[in-house]
Every structure is written in structure tokens, then in C-alpha cells.
């Protein structure tokens, strides 16, 4: 809750951070292996520091978070040669738009009321936020950012603890899909909540309306702020939902059996180039924005840090084909998006949670079936018909 003169300081911190961040991932653009000259952390605050007493309008920016912005960039560099993240890219204005600060002292933080609390930010003073949740006293860094619906969010650096394990001896299997987000082995399905039929025809209308509106305009602006409420009105709830999710799961299994999943090669677009075009480009949009709609990564990803080491992934192959009854393989075996009935034994029942049952017992029957001990020899589907 900033004043409009405390806004206008920390939107000046975000543009400055951005400014060294580009710079930074400009000079990393000109280095390749085996070329040399390519300056680190240190050698890039010397040249800040140089910058800054030169250039007058840098200089009544706040040193600390233009520093931490190419730390935070050294970081991203050591990510990317790690082989974890992606190399880092420009970062763009009204995008990517927040700051950081560290060395925070117990004074800097304070509690005004049961929901309101105050933070002293550097050359904009005592900002108020709401107090959502207690702020640990080990914490000594915080990040402000702003989104693209205009809020300002504060998150203090601090990693809470893994929840226990139950110690009960169950597991569970996850499988996630489009209709039903993620069924377990149990037999429940969840699903992740998004906007309502009336936001959703709300949404549409606005976007024709952006569509016709002058790039540049303060119409545009403000259509393109309505659609932004909009889109973060519907991942805060796909956010708490999967926050809710992953925590209830991990207090009730032992262990947790997920689909090992390539989500970003599965969401890529079908449109292909001019000399190769895709082919039902249209479809496969619709159906990558559904799976990214789900929180399927969200989920997964939320679910490995709240129960740490007790999250397993299991090759997918063939475990919606597969009874997890008798184990017969049968693509017939799917009779609708939402029904299995084994083609052997009969066995009927959900076809999302004879999934995530297969994925509990880690049935995933690979290209060259079973074990033949443990498990039945499962085939492929064209090899079993050649070899009845």
C-alpha cells in the first residue's frame, strides 16, 4: 500500500535493477567457451560503481539494489552452466519488474495491526503491506515486485521446513490430466480452479476490445490492465490451489508417485514454420493452454520441496492402457476419456484413477514389458495381438 511518491521511488528501483541487469546480460552476449574476458560479479560492481559516478542519474538510485540485481544475474550465469535454468535473457519493462534487498536489520520490520505491518525500503521510507503471515526473525534478504495487474508483492527469503512424513506406510499415485487436473490412487479427483463461465466471457469480450484499441493509448493501457486482473485473478487460484493440494498430500502419504512428465516439450506449438507447417495448429493451442491451466508442473514441483525425498517419478508409458487388476495391456481397454474397462478381466472404473493406481505400484509398462517376477510380462499392444 505505497504512497504515490513511494511508488514512484520503487518503480524507479525496478527500472534500475532491470538497467543492470540488460547490461550485464549484454556483455555475456559477446562471450562464448573458450574466449576469455568475460566479467564476473566483482569485476561488474567495479564497473557500477564507475558508471555511477558518471552518470547522476544512477547515482540517485539505490547502490544496493543495483548491486543485487548482478548478483542475482551472476546466480542465473551459474544456473545456466549448472545445466538447471535457462540462459538469462533481457528482461522487459512491464514484465519483469521488481527489486531486491539484503542486510535487512530487526528494526526494518515492524507490525502496525492484526493485518497491517510496515517495511523500510531504501530512499522511499516506511511502506505499508499487509501482514499475511509472520515474518521470520532469520530472514535478511526481501524481494518487491510488481505484476502485470499492477499489485506489489514483498516475499522475504526464507525456506520453511519439509513437512514430516506421516509414517503410516501409504502411497499414492498421481495421475494428472485435462478434465480432471490430478486423480489420485485413492480415488479422488481434484481439480484446479479457474475463472468462472462469466469471467471467462468477460475475458473474450476484453480482448476483442484490445484488439481494436491504438497502440498506445490510454484506452489500450487500460484494457490491457483489465485483462491482466483477470489472468491473475485465475493463477492466485490455481496458486492456492495447488498450495492446498501438495500440502494435504504430503501430510497424509509416506510416499508419492508422480508421472515423469515433459511438460514444456508437450506444451510446444504445433504451427511449425512456412516451409514445414503444423498440422490442427488451432487444436493443439487449445489443449497447451488447458495442461498449462491445470498446474500440472505447479503441483509436482510444490509437492517435492514440501516432502522432501518422498516423491518418486515413474516412466508414463502405457499406464492408462494398463488394468491395474490383472495388468492386461489393451488400448480398447480406454473406452472414453473418463472410463477404462479391462478387454480381460472386466475390471471397470475411472480411467484417471486406474492410472494413478498403475503409478502407485509403479506399473509403468515400458517398450519391453514387464519383469516377469514381480509383475506380469506385460507387451505392446501390437505384440500381444501377434502372439495370441
Partial sequence: ??????EAVMRGHCAHARYVWNLAAEQHLHWHPGRKGAPGYLEQCRQLTAARAEYPWLAAGSQMVQQQALRDFAQAMTNYFAGTHRRPSWRKAGRDEGFRVVAIRAGHVRRLSRKTGELWIPKAGWVRFRWSRAVPPSAKSYRVTLDRAGRWH????MI???ISAPGNGKVTGIDRGVATSAALSTGELLHAPGLTVRERNNLRRVERRLARARRGSNRRERVRLTIARLRARERDRRKDWAEKASTDIARRFDLIRVEDLRIANMTRSAQGTAQDP?????AKAGLNREILRSGWGLLVRRLEEKA?????????AFTSQ???????VDPESRKSQARFGCTACGFACNADVNAARNIA????????????VARPVNREPQLLLQST
Fill in 1 to 6: 500500500m505505497p504512497s504515490p511518491d513511494q
Fill in 154 to 157: 514483498i516475499a522475504f527469503a
Fill in 160 to 162: 520453511p521446513a519439509p
Fill in 278 to 282: 503444423g498440422r490442427n495448429a488451432r
Fill in 308 to 316: 522432501l525425498g518422498r516423491v518418486e517419478k515413474i516412466s508414463p
Fill in 322 to 328: 494398463r488394468c491395474s487388476a490383472c495388468g492386461h
Fill in 361 to 372: 505400484a509403479g506399473h509403468a509398462v515400458t517398450a519391453r514389458g514387464g519383469d516377469g
